[in-house]
Protein backbone atom coordinates (compact mmCIF):
# COMPACT_ATOMS: atom_id res chain seq x y z
CA UNK A 1 0.00 0.00 0.00
CA UNK A 2 1.96 3.16 -0.65
CA UNK A 3 1.73 6.16 1.82
CA UNK A 4 0.73 8.88 -0.63
CA UNK A 5 -1.51 8.15 -4.24
CA UNK A 6 0.37 10.31 -6.88
CA UNK A 7 -2.75 12.23 -7.82
CA UNK A 8 -4.03 13.01 -4.53
CA UNK A 9 -6.10 16.25 -4.20
CA UNK A 10 -4.66 16.84 -0.56
CA UNK A 11 -0.79 18.19 0.01
CA UNK A 12 0.36 17.89 3.64
CA UNK A 13 -0.56 21.25 4.44
CA UNK A 14 -4.10 20.27 3.71
CA UNK A 15 -3.90 17.30 6.60
CA UNK A 16 -2.62 19.79 8.61
CA UNK A 17 -5.29 22.27 8.55
CA UNK A 18 -7.62 19.09 8.35
CA UNK A 19 -6.52 18.10 12.03
CA UNK A 20 -6.67 21.00 13.62
CA UNK A 21 -10.12 22.63 12.34
CA UNK A 22 -8.63 24.86 10.35
CA UNK A 23 -9.65 23.58 6.76
CA UNK A 24 -12.93 25.48 5.66
CA UNK A 25 -12.54 24.53 1.60
CA UNK A 26 -12.69 20.03 2.60
CA UNK A 27 -15.08 20.35 -0.24
CA UNK A 28 -12.48 20.79 -2.73
CA UNK A 29 -10.36 17.62 -1.13
CA UNK A 30 -13.07 15.24 0.21
CA UNK A 31 -16.03 13.77 -1.65
CA UNK A 32 -15.79 13.04 -5.83
CA UNK A 33 -13.95 14.88 -8.32
CA UNK A 34 -13.86 14.42 -12.01
CA UNK A 35 -10.27 14.37 -12.82
CA UNK A 36 -7.71 13.10 -14.95
CA UNK A 37 -4.73 10.85 -14.17
CA UNK A 38 -1.67 9.69 -17.50
CA UNK A 39 -4.56 11.47 -19.86
CA UNK A 40 -7.46 8.84 -18.66
CA UNK A 41 -10.40 10.52 -16.94
CA UNK A 42 -12.39 9.45 -13.92
CA UNK A 43 -13.21 10.06 -10.64
CA UNK A 44 -10.72 10.86 -7.34
CA UNK A 45 -12.93 10.02 -4.33
CA UNK A 46 -11.69 10.75 -0.57
CA UNK A 47 -13.70 10.00 2.36
CA UNK A 48 -12.66 10.23 6.17
CA UNK A 49 -13.30 7.50 8.04
CA UNK A 50 -10.62 6.87 10.62
CA UNK A 51 -11.86 3.87 12.12
CA UNK A 52 -12.03 2.19 9.25
CA UNK A 53 -10.37 -1.15 8.64
CA UNK A 54 -10.85 -1.06 4.92
CA UNK A 55 -13.51 1.44 2.83
CA UNK A 56 -14.69 0.62 -1.22
CA UNK A 57 -16.51 2.86 -3.19
CA UNK A 58 -19.86 0.48 -4.89
CA UNK A 59 -22.23 1.59 -7.80
CA UNK A 60 -23.80 0.50 -10.60
CA UNK A 61 -20.15 1.07 -12.40
CA UNK A 62 -19.21 -2.33 -10.32
CA UNK A 63 -22.69 -3.90 -9.48
CA UNK A 64 -22.28 -2.76 -6.37
CA UNK A 65 -19.60 -5.26 -5.47
CA UNK A 66 -17.37 -3.97 -2.83
CA UNK A 67 -13.74 -5.99 -4.14
CA UNK A 68 -13.85 -4.27 -7.08
CA UNK A 69 -12.46 -0.39 -6.02
CA UNK A 70 -11.04 -0.52 -2.99
CA UNK A 71 -9.47 3.44 -1.36
CA UNK A 72 -6.54 3.14 0.25
CA UNK A 73 -5.70 4.49 3.22
CA UNK A 74 -3.33 7.44 4.07
CA UNK A 75 -0.28 7.19 6.24
CA UNK A 76 -0.22 10.53 7.79
CA UNK A 77 -2.79 9.61 10.72
CA UNK A 78 -5.57 11.53 8.65
CA UNK A 79 -7.70 8.70 8.91
CA UNK A 80 -8.77 9.88 4.78
CA UNK A 81 -9.25 7.24 2.68
CA UNK A 82 -8.57 8.15 -1.17
CA UNK A 83 -8.26 6.11 -5.12
CA UNK A 84 -9.00 7.03 -8.26
CA UNK A 85 -11.63 4.90 -10.43
CA UNK A 86 -10.75 5.42 -14.11
CA UNK A 87 -13.34 6.10 -17.04
CA UNK A 88 -16.65 6.72 -14.47
CA UNK A 89 -18.28 10.23 -14.79
CA UNK A 90 -20.89 12.68 -14.07
CA UNK A 91 -24.15 11.26 -12.50
CA UNK A 92 -22.34 7.95 -11.50
CA UNK A 93 -24.15 6.63 -8.54
CA UNK A 94 -21.86 5.51 -5.79
CA UNK A 95 -21.76 5.20 -1.93
CA UNK A 96 -19.01 4.08 0.34
CA UNK A 97 -18.64 0.32 1.76
CA UNK A 98 -16.78 0.42 5.30
CA UNK A 99 -15.23 -2.63 7.13
CA UNK A 100 -15.00 -0.93 10.75
CA UNK A 101 -12.26 -2.20 13.61
CA UNK A 102 -15.09 -1.92 15.88
CA UNK A 103 -16.59 -5.33 16.23
CA UNK A 104 -17.10 -6.13 12.54
CA UNK A 105 -19.38 -3.43 11.92
CA UNK A 106 -20.40 -2.68 7.97
CA UNK A 107 -21.60 0.28 6.92
CA UNK A 108 -22.85 1.82 3.42
CA UNK A 109 -23.07 5.29 3.76
CA UNK A 110 -24.16 8.34 1.02
CA UNK A 111 -20.60 10.92 0.62
CA UNK A 112 -21.05 13.76 3.35
CA UNK A 113 -19.32 16.29 0.75
CA UNK A 114 -21.78 14.66 -2.28
CA UNK A 115 -22.52 17.85 -4.58
CA UNK A 116 -25.71 15.75 -5.87
CA UNK A 117 -27.85 13.03 -4.65
CA UNK A 118 -30.47 10.38 -5.58
CA UNK A 119 -34.01 11.62 -5.76
CA UNK A 120 -35.92 10.33 -2.46
CA UNK A 121 -36.40 7.89 -1.42
CA UNK A 122 -33.40 6.68 -3.12
CA UNK A 123 -30.31 7.30 -0.94
CA UNK A 124 -27.26 7.17 -3.28
CA UNK A 125 -24.31 10.04 -4.21
CA UNK A 126 -23.88 11.00 -7.45
CA UNK A 127 -20.88 12.14 -8.95
CA UNK A 128 -21.30 15.69 -9.82
CA UNK A 129 -18.93 18.93 -10.70
CA UNK A 130 -20.88 22.16 -10.53
CA UNK A 131 -20.57 23.73 -13.97
CA UNK A 132 -22.45 27.03 -14.11
CA UNK A 133 -22.11 30.58 -15.58
CA UNK A 134 -23.23 33.12 -13.48
CA UNK A 135 -25.17 36.27 -14.27
CA UNK A 136 -25.29 38.45 -11.13
CA UNK A 137 -22.08 40.30 -10.87
CA UNK A 138 -23.90 43.50 -10.53
CA UNK A 139 -25.59 41.89 -7.40
CA UNK A 140 -22.43 41.08 -6.05
CA UNK A 141 -20.73 44.24 -6.12
CA UNK A 142 -23.22 45.72 -4.62
CA UNK A 143 -24.88 43.53 -2.06
CA UNK A 144 -22.80 44.86 0.59
CA UNK A 145 -25.31 47.70 0.67
CA UNK A 146 -28.32 45.20 0.22
CA UNK A 147 -27.44 43.45 3.41
CA UNK A 148 -26.19 45.80 5.64
CA UNK A 149 -27.65 46.21 8.91
CA UNK A 150 -28.87 49.68 8.34
CA UNK A 151 -30.40 48.73 4.87
CA UNK A 152 -34.14 47.35 4.63
CA UNK A 153 -34.42 43.85 5.18
CA UNK A 154 -37.75 41.94 4.73
CA UNK A 155 -37.51 38.61 4.34
CA UNK A 156 -40.13 36.00 2.20
CA UNK A 157 -39.64 33.10 3.73
CA UNK A 158 -40.47 29.70 1.71
CA UNK A 159 -40.60 26.12 1.70
CA UNK A 160 -40.02 25.23 -1.89
CA UNK A 161 -42.29 21.90 -1.85
CA UNK A 162 -45.45 23.67 -0.99
CA UNK A 163 -45.19 26.94 -2.46
CA UNK A 164 -46.98 26.53 -5.43
CA UNK A 165 -47.81 23.70 -7.50
CA UNK A 166 -47.94 22.77 -11.05
CA UNK A 167 -51.61 22.66 -12.05
CA UNK A 168 -50.87 19.96 -14.87
CA UNK A 169 -49.30 17.05 -12.58
CA UNK A 170 -49.95 18.89 -8.71
CA UNK A 171 -46.57 18.53 -8.22
CA UNK A 172 -44.69 21.62 -6.68
CA UNK A 173 -42.66 23.62 -8.64
CA UNK A 174 -39.03 22.73 -10.02
CA UNK A 175 -36.44 25.11 -9.72
CA UNK A 176 -36.58 26.28 -13.21
CA UNK A 177 -39.96 27.46 -13.16
CA UNK A 178 -39.68 29.14 -9.00
CA UNK A 179 -36.77 30.94 -11.29
CA UNK A 180 -39.99 32.46 -13.25
CA UNK A 181 -42.94 32.38 -10.72
CA UNK A 182 -41.24 32.88 -7.19
CA UNK A 183 -38.71 35.83 -8.60
CA UNK A 184 -41.56 37.70 -10.47
CA UNK A 185 -44.06 37.18 -6.93
CA UNK A 186 -41.19 38.28 -4.69
CA UNK A 187 -40.13 41.16 -7.13
CA UNK A 188 -43.72 42.14 -7.25
CA UNK A 189 -44.36 42.23 -3.93
CA UNK A 190 -41.24 44.41 -2.88
CA UNK A 191 -39.66 42.00 -0.27
CA UNK A 192 -35.91 42.16 -0.18
CA UNK A 193 -35.05 38.89 0.64
CA UNK A 194 -35.88 35.60 0.20
CA UNK A 195 -35.43 32.82 2.79
CA UNK A 196 -35.68 28.97 1.70
CA UNK A 197 -36.27 26.25 4.54
CA UNK A 198 -33.57 23.70 4.04
CA UNK A 199 -33.29 23.17 0.55
CA UNK A 200 -29.74 20.91 1.61
CA UNK A 201 -30.81 16.89 0.52
CA UNK A 202 -33.17 15.30 3.54
CA UNK A 203 -34.74 11.88 3.31
CA UNK A 204 -38.50 12.50 5.18
CA UNK A 205 -40.56 15.41 3.73
CA UNK A 206 -42.52 15.82 7.25
CA UNK A 207 -38.81 17.37 8.34
CA UNK A 208 -39.31 19.70 5.92
CA UNK A 209 -35.67 19.60 5.35
CA UNK A 210 -34.46 20.36 8.75
CA UNK A 211 -33.17 16.79 8.89
CA UNK A 212 -30.33 16.80 6.74
CA UNK A 213 -28.34 13.94 5.04
CA UNK A 214 -26.53 15.70 2.16
CA UNK A 215 -25.08 18.86 3.38
CA UNK A 216 -23.36 19.68 0.31
CA UNK A 217 -26.51 18.70 -2.29
CA UNK A 218 -29.17 21.02 -2.94
CA UNK A 219 -32.47 18.18 -3.11
CA UNK A 220 -33.33 17.20 -6.19
CA UNK A 221 -36.62 16.28 -5.37
CA UNK A 222 -36.97 20.04 -7.41
CA UNK A 223 -33.95 19.74 -9.98
CA UNK A 224 -30.37 19.51 -10.21
CA UNK A 225 -27.94 21.97 -8.63
CA UNK A 226 -27.10 24.22 -11.59
CA UNK A 227 -30.92 24.42 -11.90
CA UNK A 228 -31.00 25.77 -7.79
CA UNK A 229 -28.52 28.34 -9.14
CA UNK A 230 -30.36 29.33 -11.59
CA UNK A 231 -32.81 29.95 -8.83
CA UNK A 232 -30.56 32.21 -6.75
CA UNK A 233 -28.69 33.69 -10.12
CA UNK A 234 -32.39 35.09 -11.08
CA UNK A 235 -33.23 36.33 -7.65
CA UNK A 236 -29.85 37.91 -7.48
CA UNK A 237 -30.79 39.63 -11.46
CA UNK A 238 -34.05 40.85 -9.50
CA UNK A 239 -31.97 42.64 -6.66
CA UNK A 240 -33.78 39.82 -4.37
CA UNK A 241 -31.02 38.30 -1.47
CA UNK A 242 -30.95 34.83 -0.96
CA UNK A 243 -30.81 33.29 2.99
CA UNK A 244 -30.67 29.61 3.50
CA UNK A 245 -32.07 28.28 6.23
CA UNK A 246 -28.70 26.08 7.49
CA UNK A 247 -28.88 23.08 10.59
CA UNK A 248 -25.27 22.77 12.30
CA UNK A 249 -27.79 21.67 15.82
CA UNK A 250 -28.24 17.87 14.81
CA UNK A 251 -28.56 15.56 11.72
CA UNK A 252 -30.53 12.28 11.49
CA UNK A 253 -30.10 8.39 12.27
CA UNK A 254 -30.83 7.33 8.43
CA UNK A 255 -28.70 4.32 7.95
CA UNK A 256 -26.81 5.77 4.82
CA UNK A 257 -26.51 9.76 6.79
CA UNK A 258 -23.30 10.61 9.37
CA UNK A 259 -24.76 8.82 12.26
CA UNK A 260 -22.24 6.01 13.33
CA UNK A 261 -20.43 7.13 9.67
CA UNK A 262 -17.48 4.31 9.96
CA UNK A 263 -19.00 1.62 12.90
CA UNK A 264 -17.97 4.22 15.05
CA UNK A 265 -19.28 8.28 16.73
CA UNK A 266 -17.25 10.45 13.95
CA UNK A 267 -19.94 12.99 13.39
CA UNK A 268 -21.83 12.97 16.23
CA UNK A 269 -20.77 13.38 20.04
CA UNK A 270 -19.81 9.98 22.01
CA UNK A 271 -21.33 10.51 25.13
CA UNK A 272 -25.43 10.17 24.61
CA UNK A 273 -25.99 13.25 27.08
CA UNK A 274 -24.47 15.32 24.25
CA UNK A 275 -24.83 13.08 20.92
CA UNK A 276 -28.22 12.56 21.18
CA UNK A 277 -31.47 15.23 20.96
CA UNK A 278 -34.53 13.80 22.90
CA UNK A 279 -37.01 16.16 21.26
CA UNK A 280 -35.77 15.39 17.20
CA UNK A 281 -34.76 11.82 17.85
CA UNK A 282 -31.72 12.74 16.21
CA UNK A 283 -27.89 13.35 16.75
CA UNK A 284 -25.86 16.01 17.85
CA UNK A 285 -22.03 17.07 16.05
CA UNK A 286 -19.33 16.74 18.36
CA UNK A 287 -18.53 20.30 18.22
CA UNK A 288 -15.49 19.92 20.23
CA UNK A 289 -13.82 17.54 17.34
CA UNK A 290 -11.53 19.43 15.03
CA UNK A 291 -12.44 17.50 11.78
CA UNK A 292 -16.32 17.73 12.21
CA UNK A 293 -16.04 21.66 13.15
CA UNK A 294 -14.02 21.73 9.58
CA UNK A 295 -16.62 19.84 8.00
CA UNK A 296 -19.35 22.27 9.32
CA UNK A 297 -17.61 25.46 8.44
CA UNK A 298 -16.81 24.47 5.09
CA UNK A 299 -20.36 23.75 4.37
CA UNK A 300 -21.35 27.11 5.55
CA UNK A 301 -18.52 28.54 3.05
CA UNK A 302 -19.91 26.45 0.43
CA UNK A 303 -23.28 27.57 0.29
CA UNK A 304 -21.93 31.10 0.06
CA UNK A 305 -18.98 30.78 -2.17
CA UNK A 306 -20.52 28.13 -4.68
CA UNK A 307 -23.95 29.32 -4.43
CA UNK A 308 -23.53 33.11 -3.78
CA UNK A 309 -26.33 32.83 -0.90
CA UNK A 310 -26.13 35.83 1.14
CA UNK A 311 -27.04 34.76 4.57
CA UNK A 312 -27.25 31.73 6.75
CA UNK A 313 -30.04 31.52 9.28
CA UNK A 314 -28.76 29.28 12.11
CA UNK A 315 -31.47 26.82 12.91
CA UNK A 316 -31.93 25.96 16.70
CA UNK A 317 -29.17 27.49 18.49
CA UNK A 318 -30.58 27.24 21.88
CA UNK A 319 -30.17 23.54 21.07
CA UNK A 320 -26.45 24.43 20.71
CA UNK A 321 -26.00 26.25 23.54
CA UNK A 322 -27.34 24.49 26.19
CA UNK A 323 -25.99 21.33 27.66
CA UNK A 324 -29.70 20.58 29.48
CA UNK A 325 -31.96 21.58 26.95
CA UNK A 326 -34.49 19.12 26.76
CA UNK A 327 -32.97 17.13 29.13
CA UNK A 328 -34.31 16.18 32.85
CA UNK A 329 -31.51 16.77 35.39
CA UNK A 330 -29.47 13.09 35.66
CA UNK A 331 -29.29 13.31 32.13
CA UNK A 332 -26.85 16.17 31.21
CA UNK A 333 -23.74 16.46 33.10
CA UNK A 334 -22.49 20.56 33.66
CA UNK A 335 -19.28 21.87 31.81
CA UNK A 336 -15.68 21.99 33.65
CA UNK A 337 -16.97 25.06 35.70
CA UNK A 338 -19.99 23.66 36.41
CA UNK A 339 -22.23 25.92 33.83
CA UNK A 340 -25.25 24.53 31.94
CA UNK A 341 -23.51 25.87 28.73
CA UNK A 342 -22.17 23.92 25.77
CA UNK A 343 -18.56 25.80 26.21
CA UNK A 344 -17.51 23.40 22.92
CA UNK A 345 -20.83 24.39 20.82
CA UNK A 346 -20.17 28.33 21.95
CA UNK A 347 -16.82 28.04 20.79
CA UNK A 348 -17.70 27.04 17.32
CA UNK A 349 -20.43 29.79 16.82
CA UNK A 350 -17.92 32.03 17.10
CA UNK A 351 -15.34 30.27 14.55
CA UNK A 352 -18.12 29.86 12.22
CA UNK A 353 -19.35 33.40 12.25
CA UNK A 354 -15.73 34.65 12.32
CA UNK A 355 -14.72 32.44 9.81
CA UNK A 356 -17.80 33.64 7.32
CA UNK A 357 -17.20 37.38 8.11
CA UNK A 358 -13.68 37.46 7.38
CA UNK A 359 -14.42 35.35 4.25
CA UNK A 360 -17.35 37.50 3.31
CA UNK A 361 -18.28 40.68 4.76
CA UNK A 362 -21.09 41.49 2.91
CA UNK A 363 -23.57 38.75 4.05
CA UNK A 364 -25.15 38.01 7.40
CA UNK A 365 -26.02 35.07 9.71
CA UNK A 366 -29.36 35.10 11.56
CA UNK A 367 -29.74 32.79 14.64
CA UNK A 368 -33.09 31.16 15.82
CA UNK A 369 -32.13 31.24 19.31
CA UNK A 370 -35.33 31.64 21.87
CA UNK A 371 -33.67 32.18 24.73
CA UNK A 372 -32.15 35.06 27.14
CA UNK A 373 -28.90 34.05 26.35
CA UNK A 374 -26.64 37.63 26.12
CA UNK A 375 -24.50 38.49 23.23
CA UNK A 376 -25.86 36.41 20.47
CA UNK A 377 -25.12 39.44 17.87
CA UNK A 378 -22.68 41.34 19.40
CA UNK A 379 -19.07 40.85 18.24
CA UNK A 380 -17.05 38.17 19.50
CA UNK A 381 -14.50 40.66 20.53
CA UNK A 382 -17.04 41.72 23.18
CA UNK A 383 -17.86 38.35 24.09
CA UNK A 384 -20.76 37.74 21.68
CA UNK A 385 -21.26 34.74 19.52
CA UNK A 386 -20.99 37.10 16.35
CA UNK A 387 -24.05 36.80 14.50
CA UNK A 388 -25.43 39.94 12.48
CA UNK A 389 -28.73 39.35 13.60
CA UNK A 390 -31.16 36.86 15.77
CA UNK A 391 -34.56 35.99 15.69
CA UNK A 392 -36.83 38.23 17.97
CA UNK A 393 -38.83 35.07 19.79
CA UNK A 394 -40.40 37.15 22.68
CA UNK A 395 -41.62 39.46 20.18
CA UNK A 396 -43.62 36.98 18.22
CA UNK A 397 -45.06 35.47 21.10
CA UNK A 398 -45.97 38.24 22.89
CA UNK A 399 -47.81 39.95 19.65
CA UNK A 400 -49.30 36.47 18.68
CA UNK A 401 -51.16 36.29 21.91
CA UNK A 402 -52.10 39.79 22.56
CA UNK A 403 -53.59 39.75 18.81
CA UNK A 404 -55.69 36.60 20.06
CA UNK A 405 -57.43 37.92 22.61
CA UNK A 406 -60.92 40.33 21.88
CA UNK A 407 -60.41 43.75 21.58
CA UNK A 408 -62.37 44.60 24.47
CA UNK A 409 -60.32 43.16 26.72
CA UNK A 410 -56.75 44.34 25.48
CA UNK A 411 -56.31 47.00 27.79
CA UNK A 412 -55.52 44.05 30.27
CA UNK A 413 -52.65 43.35 28.59
CA UNK A 414 -50.99 46.25 27.11
CA UNK A 415 -47.85 45.24 28.54
CA UNK A 416 -47.77 42.71 26.24
CA UNK A 417 -47.57 44.42 22.77
CA UNK A 418 -45.75 47.49 24.55
CA UNK A 419 -43.25 45.42 26.66
CA UNK A 420 -40.61 44.24 23.43
CA UNK A 421 -39.15 47.94 23.70
CA UNK A 422 -37.75 47.15 26.79
CA UNK A 423 -35.16 44.84 25.51
CA UNK A 424 -35.34 46.00 21.70
CA UNK A 425 -32.08 47.17 21.10
CA UNK A 426 -30.12 44.30 23.03
CA UNK A 427 -29.53 42.92 20.10
CA UNK A 428 -30.03 42.78 16.72
CA UNK A 429 -33.43 41.83 16.23
CA UNK A 430 -35.62 40.10 13.45
CA UNK A 431 -39.09 39.83 13.91
CA UNK A 432 -39.86 36.41 12.50
CA UNK A 433 -43.95 35.38 11.98
CA UNK A 434 -42.40 32.18 10.30
CA UNK A 435 -43.48 28.69 9.39
CA UNK A 436 -43.16 27.44 13.14
CA UNK A 437 -46.37 29.71 13.99
CA UNK A 438 -49.04 28.09 11.45
CA UNK A 439 -48.42 24.61 12.07
CA UNK A 440 -49.59 21.86 14.65
CA UNK A 441 -52.92 23.19 15.69
CA UNK A 442 -51.33 26.86 16.35
CA UNK A 443 -53.99 27.79 13.25
CA UNK A 444 -52.98 30.51 10.44
CA UNK A 445 -51.50 33.98 11.92
CA UNK A 446 -55.37 35.42 10.08
CA UNK A 447 -56.71 32.71 11.63
CA UNK A 448 -55.56 34.01 15.37
CA UNK A 449 -57.10 37.29 14.90
CA UNK A 450 -60.19 38.06 16.69
CA UNK A 451 -63.25 39.35 15.37
CA UNK A 452 -65.26 38.50 12.42
CA UNK A 453 -64.33 38.42 8.86
CA UNK A 454 -63.36 42.06 8.66
CA UNK A 455 -62.14 42.52 12.01
CA UNK A 456 -60.08 39.64 11.61
CA UNK A 457 -58.51 40.80 7.83
CA UNK A 458 -58.20 44.79 9.98
CA UNK A 459 -56.76 43.28 12.49
CA UNK A 460 -54.11 41.22 10.39
CA UNK A 461 -53.07 44.48 8.46
CA UNK A 462 -52.79 46.42 11.70
CA UNK A 463 -50.66 43.53 12.93
CA UNK A 464 -48.27 43.63 10.05
CA UNK A 465 -48.33 47.68 10.19
CA UNK A 466 -47.43 47.36 13.73
CA UNK A 467 -44.33 44.72 12.91
CA UNK A 468 -43.14 47.13 9.55
CA UNK A 469 -42.82 50.09 12.09
CA UNK A 470 -41.03 48.43 14.84
CA UNK A 471 -37.10 48.60 14.89
CA UNK A 472 -36.12 45.73 13.62
CA UNK A 473 -35.71 43.43 10.52
CA UNK A 474 -38.80 41.60 8.86
CA UNK A 475 -39.64 38.31 8.36
CA UNK A 476 -43.20 36.41 6.79
CA UNK A 477 -43.92 33.08 5.89
CA UNK A 478 -45.39 32.09 2.38
CA UNK A 479 -49.17 32.77 2.18
CA UNK A 480 -49.47 34.91 5.80
CA UNK A 481 -48.79 37.92 3.11
CA UNK A 482 -52.62 36.84 1.67
CA UNK A 483 -54.32 35.70 4.98
CA UNK A 484 -53.78 32.11 4.61
CA UNK A 485 -57.07 31.13 6.13
CA UNK A 486 -55.58 27.10 6.76
CA UNK A 487 -52.71 26.26 8.59
CA UNK A 488 -49.30 25.61 6.58
CA UNK A 489 -49.45 21.86 5.02
CA UNK A 490 -46.43 20.75 4.07
CA UNK A 491 -47.51 18.38 1.20
CA UNK A 492 -49.83 20.92 -0.43
CA UNK A 493 -49.54 24.17 -2.41
CA UNK A 494 -50.64 27.31 -0.75
CA UNK A 495 -54.71 28.49 -0.79
CA UNK A 496 -53.48 30.39 -4.12
CA UNK A 497 -57.55 30.85 -5.04
CA UNK A 498 -58.16 33.20 -2.12
CA UNK A 499 -56.83 35.94 -4.21
CA UNK A 500 -60.21 35.97 -5.87
CA UNK A 501 -61.18 37.64 -2.80
CA UNK A 502 -61.39 40.91 -2.30
CA UNK A 503 -60.06 40.47 1.94
CA UNK A 504 -57.30 38.88 0.76
CA UNK A 505 -56.65 40.55 -2.12
CA UNK A 506 -56.67 43.32 0.03
CA UNK A 507 -54.39 41.92 2.86
CA UNK A 508 -51.63 41.16 -0.11
CA UNK A 509 -51.67 45.09 -1.13
CA UNK A 510 -51.27 45.98 2.15
CA UNK A 511 -48.37 43.86 2.76
CA UNK A 512 -46.67 45.40 -0.68
CA UNK A 513 -47.69 48.68 0.26
CA UNK A 514 -46.36 47.89 3.85
CA UNK A 515 -42.72 46.43 1.79
CA UNK A 516 -42.41 49.58 -0.42
CA UNK A 517 -43.00 52.18 3.17
CA UNK A 518 -40.10 50.69 4.83
CA UNK A 519 -37.70 50.69 1.74
CA UNK A 520 -39.15 54.07 0.82
CA UNK A 521 -38.48 55.68 4.40
CA UNK A 522 -34.87 55.93 5.79
CA UNK A 523 -36.77 56.28 9.66
CA UNK A 524 -37.69 52.85 9.08
CA UNK A 525 -34.13 51.19 8.59
CA UNK A 526 -31.36 53.67 9.43
CA UNK A 527 -31.38 53.19 13.02
CA UNK A 528 -33.44 49.94 13.40
CA UNK A 529 -31.25 48.17 15.63
CA UNK A 530 -30.80 51.59 18.05
CA UNK A 531 -32.24 53.26 20.42
CA UNK A 532 -31.95 56.61 18.53
CA UNK A 533 -34.11 55.42 16.26
CA UNK A 534 -37.29 54.80 18.47
CA UNK A 535 -39.08 57.32 21.38
CA UNK A 536 -42.46 56.44 22.57
CA UNK A 537 -45.01 59.16 22.64
CA UNK A 538 -47.44 57.17 24.73
CA UNK A 539 -47.54 53.96 25.88
CA UNK A 540 -49.46 54.35 28.40
CA UNK A 541 -53.44 54.44 26.86
CA UNK A 542 -53.81 51.51 27.85
CA UNK A 543 -57.85 52.38 28.08
CA UNK A 544 -58.10 53.37 24.67
CA UNK A 545 -55.30 50.61 23.83
CA UNK A 546 -53.96 53.14 21.46
CA UNK A 547 -49.75 52.93 20.88
CA UNK A 548 -48.18 56.30 19.17
CA UNK A 549 -44.60 56.18 18.70
CA UNK A 550 -41.75 57.97 16.48
CA UNK A 551 -39.26 56.33 14.11
CA UNK A 552 -36.19 58.23 13.52
CA UNK A 553 -33.32 57.97 10.73
CA UNK A 554 -30.50 60.13 10.29
CA UNK A 555 -32.00 62.97 9.36
CA UNK A 556 -34.97 64.56 11.82
CA UNK A 557 -36.83 66.12 8.82
CA UNK A 558 -37.43 62.55 7.87
CA UNK A 559 -38.83 61.19 10.89
CA UNK A 560 -42.49 59.26 11.05
CA UNK A 561 -45.36 59.56 13.45
CA UNK A 562 -46.84 55.96 14.32
CA UNK A 563 -50.42 55.24 15.73
CA UNK A 564 -51.73 51.77 16.31
CA UNK A 565 -55.19 51.90 17.70
CA UNK A 566 -55.78 48.04 18.71
CA UNK A 567 -59.71 47.92 19.16
CA UNK A 568 -62.40 48.54 16.26
CA UNK A 569 -63.62 52.25 18.00
CA UNK A 570 -62.67 55.06 15.47
CA UNK A 571 -60.89 57.52 17.70
CA UNK A 572 -61.82 61.32 16.51
CA UNK A 573 -59.94 64.11 17.25
CA UNK A 574 -56.93 61.89 19.60
CA UNK A 575 -54.43 63.82 20.40
CA UNK A 576 -50.71 63.30 20.11
CA UNK A 577 -47.83 64.22 21.44
CA UNK A 578 -45.48 66.00 18.49
CA UNK A 579 -41.75 66.76 18.43
CA UNK A 580 -41.47 69.53 15.62
CA UNK A 581 -43.76 72.24 13.99
CA UNK A 582 -45.38 71.70 10.35
CA UNK A 583 -47.97 69.71 9.45
CA UNK A 584 -48.29 65.94 9.22
CA UNK A 585 -49.07 64.17 6.33
CA UNK A 586 -50.76 60.64 6.53
CA UNK A 587 -48.68 58.40 4.26
CA UNK A 588 -49.91 55.06 5.81
CA UNK A 589 -53.39 54.00 6.50
CA UNK A 590 -54.40 50.36 7.24
CA UNK A 591 -58.00 50.61 6.81
CA UNK A 592 -57.91 52.18 3.15
CA UNK A 593 -60.73 50.79 0.98
CA UNK A 594 -57.78 48.95 -1.13
CA UNK A 595 -57.07 47.11 1.53
CA UNK A 596 -60.53 46.32 2.62
CA UNK A 597 -61.30 48.99 5.17
CA UNK A 598 -63.90 51.65 6.01
CA UNK A 599 -61.33 54.04 4.95
CA UNK A 600 -61.44 56.71 7.38
CA UNK A 601 -58.85 59.03 7.12
CA UNK A 602 -57.41 61.86 7.86
CA UNK A 603 -56.96 65.69 6.04
CA UNK A 604 -54.42 66.01 3.40
CA UNK A 605 -52.39 67.74 6.66
CA UNK A 606 -52.84 67.96 9.71
CA UNK A 607 -51.99 71.08 11.59
CA UNK A 608 -49.34 70.73 14.27
CA UNK A 609 -50.09 73.12 16.81
CA UNK A 610 -47.52 74.79 19.00
CA UNK A 611 -49.31 73.35 22.75
CA UNK A 612 -47.41 70.94 24.45
CA UNK A 613 -48.69 68.05 24.89
CA UNK A 614 -47.36 64.40 26.87
CA UNK A 615 -43.53 65.97 27.31
CA UNK A 616 -43.66 66.85 24.02
CA UNK A 617 -43.63 70.81 23.13
CA UNK A 618 -46.06 70.48 19.98
CA UNK A 619 -49.06 68.61 19.53
CA UNK A 620 -51.53 67.33 16.61
CA UNK A 621 -55.09 65.89 16.73
CA UNK A 622 -55.79 62.82 14.72
CA UNK A 623 -58.97 60.58 13.53
CA UNK A 624 -57.61 57.46 14.22
CA UNK A 625 -59.82 54.33 12.01
CA UNK A 626 -60.62 51.34 14.03
CA UNK A 627 -58.51 48.70 14.10
CA UNK A 628 -55.22 50.07 12.46
CA UNK A 629 -51.97 50.99 12.21
CA UNK A 630 -51.53 54.97 10.90
CA UNK A 631 -47.78 56.56 9.54
CA UNK A 632 -47.33 60.45 9.14
CA UNK A 633 -44.52 62.27 8.15
CA UNK A 634 -43.69 65.87 8.61
CA UNK A 635 -44.40 68.54 6.11
Known sequence: MQKVLPHSLFTDFDIQLFKAGKHFKLYEKLGSHIIEVDDVKGVYFAVWAPSAKSVSVV???????????????????????????????????????????????????????????????????????????????????????????????????????????????NRPLSYVKLANDLVDYVKEMGFTHVEFMPIMEYPYDPSWGYQLTGYFAPTSRFGFPEDFMLLVDKLHQNDIGVILDWVPSHFPEDAHGLGFFDGSHLY???????????????LIFNYGRNEVRSFLISNALFWLEKYHIDGLRVDAVASMLYLDYSREDGEWEPNIYGGRENLEAISFLQELNETVYKNHPDVQTIAEESTAYTGVSKPIYHGGLGFGMKWMMGWMHDTLSYFKKESIHRKYHHNEITFS???????????????????????????????????????????????????????????????????????????????????????????????????????????????????????????????????????????????????????????????????????????????????????????????EWYGKDYSAKILIPPLSTMVFAFK
Not at 599 to 609: F, G, L, Q, S, T
Request: aromatic share 16%; net charge negative.
Open 59 to 169: GDFNYWNDAEHQLYVRWDGSGIWEGFIPEISQGEKYKYKIYSHHNGIITEKADPYAKRCEHPPNTASEVWDLKYYWNDADWMGYRKNKNALDKPFSVYEVHLGSWKFNTKD
Open 268 to 282: EHPDRRKGYHPDWKS
Open 421 to 611: TTYAFTENFMLPLSHDEVVYGKNSIRGRMQGDEWQQNANLRLLYGYMFTHPGTKLLFMGSEFGQTEEWNFQQSLDWHLLQYNFHKGVQQCVKDLNTLYKSFPALYEKQFSDEGFEWIDYNDHEASVLSYIRKGHDAENDLIVVCNMTPVPREHYKIGVHQKGNLVEIFNSDKSEYGGSDMKNPKKVKIENK
